[in-house]
């Protein structure tokens, strides 16, 4: 049984995604199960094995985040999955025939396929101050070779207020301006796709209180070609000053 609220994606849905501006995506409330998703949302309140990035860059692109899980090996893998029973099954249904069949009805993308190493996905945390700045996401999952196309950015945060910022920007692929602001209210999912030029982010500074993070689960999308004109030599995240 399906976990999505309303699982039929029209032929006009379909096509207002790849018509969407800048680049093809769409923003659905009520997504899931709300009575279950809040009970994700208590397990990931409970949850202590939080990492923080230690590059260089942190202190200035990617500011105040935590994320999970940390590492690839079979050890770190299954303590997230046990550790976050209710979190992976959301998880595990989008990375499943019929949660990947949604997304490729929805995007128009054949082949999809999830990624069992959550590279870069899995539960994401801002804390206030926090800021992620625009960027292109890095095109290939090196461990498997695979071309990165989608994004699912599920948000978690009740009761959020728009004067707090944290909002997810998508930008214009020469940079000039924000074409879309999308709040990162509770049960609302963005999905987008991924390309060279898909540059978005939330690059300034929250301003929640001390206590109250920017809250989601990141899930990313591979399959194991692409259109030509899209394709670039393995690059990591493209960070850009606007």
Same mark, same amino acid.
């Given at each position: 049984?399906?976990?999505? @609220?309303?699982?039929?994606? &029209?032929?006009?849905? #379909? ?13 659905? /409330? ?27 860059? $942190? ?22 999955? &046990?550790?976050?029973?209710? @979190? ?7 990375? #499943? ?17 999830? %990624? ?7 539960? !994401? ?9 625009? !960027?292109? /996401? ?23 207020? %728009?004067?707090?910022?944290? !909002? ?5 692929? /020469? ?13 609302? $999912?963005?999905?987008?796709?991924? @390309? /060279?030029?898909?540059? =978005?982010? =939330? ?11 920017? %809250? ?18 393995? !690059? ?7």
């Amino acid at each position: 049984m399906t976990m999505i @609220t309303n699982p039929d994606i &029209t032929s006009s849905v #379909s096509t207002a995604y790849k018509l969407a501006y800048p680049y093809p995506y769409i923003v659905i /409330d009520n997504f899931l199960d709300e009575y279950f998703l809040a009970k994700v949302k208590e397990e990931i309140d409970l949850f202590q094995h939080w990492y923080y990035d230690p590059n260089s860059y $942190v202190t200035s692109e990617q500011v105040n985040k935590q994320f999970a899980p940390y590492s690839f090996d079979e050890e770190s893998m299954t303590s997230f999955k &046990t550790t976050l029973p209710l @979190t992976n099954i959301i998880i595990d249904y989008f990375y #499943s025939q019929e949660g990947l069949k949604y997304l490729e009805k929805l995007t128009g993308i054949e082949g999809l396929m999830g %990624d069992p190493d959550l590279m870069g996905g899995g539960i !994401h945390r801002i804390h206030a101050g926090g800021k992620l700045d625009i !960027h292109a /996401d890095f095109n290939l999952q090196p461990n498997r070779n695979v071309w990165r196309r989608i994004n699912l950015l599920l948000y978690l945060n009740k009761d959020w207020q %728009d004067e707090w910022g944290g !909002h997810l920007e998508l930008w214009d692929k /020469d940079l000039s301006k924000c074409c879309v602001k999308i709040a990162p209210e509770f049960n609302r $999912v963005a999905i987008f796709n991924i @390309t /060279d030029d898909a540059y =978005h982010g =939330h690059p300034y500074p929250m301003t929640s209180p001390p206590g109250v993070t920017r %809250d989601s689960i990141a899930l990313y999308f591979y399959t194991q070609d692409r259109p030509e004109h899209e394709k670039a030599p393995f !690059h990591p995240v493209l960070w850009k000053k606007i």
